[in-house]
């Protein structure tokens, strides 16, 4: 398995409230990205990034904010949380080639937002 | 606008019988296609990919096959196995585009004894 973490794993916490999630990965992969997952939408794209402090928007980047600053580590932040945010979150890692191929995943964070 | 579907959200199989899952894609650039399986409260998991030069791949008791002209592919599970029950999703990108993946809203699987 690749050496995805994230954390933490559960979180509850307010509307308005920021809250940061993180990636920490120990491949040493260049690629790294953040998805939601939600039903009836599958996984989307946030944001992703190719290196440190090189990141780009994804389908459903609104409301988000990221950042890396070492290559083992990315972070999600939601500046103000909303309840359309309640998903599950997950970090995914790609390396030898580009980002056209296969990710790994991390096991995921359960966000909700009341 | 929708480029990856599985349009079906749900299949049902027995034991031992073929599982076959379905994906059709809108984008003629996508050359790469992948499989992921994803366990309830796990994260998903790679299983096959195939580029569009084949037009089949397999591992295992898992095959891919690629009809590039249709934009369809399909993953075929022989023999299906109770710990086969998860939810597939099928993704897709333009190597040449330097895109990433783009995934379909997946399709839940269950096998029963």
């Known amino acids: 398995d690749a050496g995805i973490t994230q954390s933490p794993r559960h979180k509850v916490t307010e509307t308005g409230t920021p809250v940061t999630l993180r990636c920490h990965q120990t491949e040493n992969h260049r690629y790294m990205y953040w998805y939601r997952q939600d039903p009836g939408h599958g996984l989307r794209l946030i944001h992703y990034?190719?290196?440190?402090?090189?990141?780009d928007k994804g389908e459903v980047s609104d409301g988000y904010s990221v950042s890396r600053s070492k290559t083992e580590d990315f972070l999600l932040t939601l500046e103000s949380a909303t309840s359309s945010q309640t998903s599950v979150y997950f970090c995914?890692?790609?390396?030898?080639?580009?980002?056209?191929?296969?990710?790994?995943f991390g096991p995921g964070t359960r966000l909700t937002v009341t | 606008d929708q480029q990856v579907k599985q349009n079906s959200p749900s299949l049902s199989v027995q034991e031992g019988r073929i599982s076959i899952l379905n994906c059709d894609y809108t984008n003629s650039m996508f050359d790469y296609f992948l499989w992921y399986k994803k366990y309830p409260a796990e994260g998903p998991t790679f299983l096959i990919s195939i580029s569009s030069i084949k037009d089949k791949n397999e591992d295992g008791r898992f095959t891919v096959f690629l009809n590039k002209s249709a934009k369809h592919l399909s993953l075929h599970i022989v023999p299906s196995q109770p710990g086969d029950s998860a939810v597939y999703f099928c993704?897709?990108?333009?190597?040449?585009?330097?895109?990433?993946?783009?995934f379909g809203k997946g399709t839940m699987l269950l096998v029963s004894p």
């Open positions: 995914a890692i790609s390396g030898d080639r580009d980002l056209s191929y296969e990710q790994y």
């Open positions: 993704a897709a990108s333009a190597t040449s585009g330097y895109s990433t993946l783009t």
């Open positions: 990034s190719y290196g440190v402090k090189d990141t």
